[in-house]
């Protein structure tokens, strides 16, 4: 018993030097930190300040995005994936996830086109991602345009807005900043 009193005063006193360091000298007084980090890796595209890369103009579909939605389908599962312009992807539903197949009749008829669309955009708006774009042509009445709707149902632009560069001072219109409109 005694030793776990001890490890209790440890810990204890380890937090608190801890929350002392990130406090500062100048708050301490306050008990709120004097500054914030954010370690979001997707800030700079919230602002929309980030990179994006441009690619060559010859290209087609262009690879001017920061956040793309890729669907593919396989003869038995459909995947939809967002992709980072790093290569990375932050994101992916797919019926062969077994929570997802558990809940479906068939893998690849339009109810799972559906079901994946509420899936992928859930898991976007949690891990932040809020808009991306969509370079599929849709047909109307087709799975991919219930995917899509489900996609924007759940709150996901398929669009991304341009990136914001700063005017000169000879500039004669002033673009809005997207951090001061809040």
Partial sequence: MLVGRQSKNILSSVTNTNIKRCLGTASEDSGHAQFVYNRNPRNLEKLRIAYKPAGYHLEKPGREFW???????????????????????????????????????????????????????QRCLECGISDMINTHEVLPNSKLEALLENLLKGGVRLEEDPRYKSPNPWDQERPEKPWEHY
Avoid: C, N
């Fill in 67 to 121: 956040h793309k939605l890729q669907v593919t389908t396989s003869k038995r599962h459909v995947t939809a994936s967002v992709l980072h312009h790093t290569g990375v992807v932050p994101v992916m539903a797919t019926t062969a996830e077994w929570a997802v197949r558990k809940q479906l009749f068939s893998t690849l008829d339009k109810m799972a086109y559906i079901t994946i669309g509420k899936v992928l955009a």
